[in-house]
């Protein structure tokens, strides 16, 4: 017999970028569910407390839902979602900061404990929100 370990230790990443400052939101949960969804919004609201949000995502069934629909009414018409066509990956920004995010940071690359990855998950985050022109570099939304 070949002992095999239990279940992988999951976590995701949700996440949003300002497609204008290059200032990311991220937060890394066990699951990537409604709840996690609505508590991202919250933390688009919470960093954003005047102006208008407009959330550019894909029609994933857990973004629609009444955790999300409560989050959006209590903003108050301050987030605005704008849904993308179906498997439209590229017209989302944070798709590309994503692809960058696994080149530089989980590619090729072993952890030896959950803890460590996820130490360097936000350490990329921390420091690509010191320089957001990278961020707008990565993203193509740099002025020409």
């Excluded at 939101?25 to 991202?40: G, H, Q, S, T």
């Excluded at 301050?78 to 960058?100: A, C, D, F, G, K």
């Excluded at 350490?123 to 020409?144: C, E, H, Q, W």
């Amino acid at each position: 017999m070949i002992p095999t370990p239990g279940q992988p230790k999951v976590h995701y990443g949700l996440g949003a970028v300002n497609y204008h400052s290059g200032e990311t939101v991220v937060i890394i949960r066990r699951r990537k569910r409604r709840p996690e969804v609505a508590e991202l919004l919250q933390a688009l609201v919470d960093k954003h407390p005047t102006g208008t949000i407009y959330v550019a995502w894909d029609n994933a069934n857990t973004h629609q839902d009444d955790e999300v629909e409560a989050v959006v009414r209590a903003a108050a018409g301050q987030l605005v979602l704008l849904y993308l066509p179906t498997y439209s990956p590229w017209l989302n920004p944070i798709e590309m900061l994503w692809r960058h995010f696994r080149r530089e940071v989980t590619h090729c690359e072993i952890f030896e404990t959950v803890k460590l990855l996820l130490e360097a998950s936000y350490n990329f985050f921390n420091r690509y929100n010191t320089n957001p022109k990278d961020v707008l570099s990565i993203i193509g939304a740099l002025p020409s």
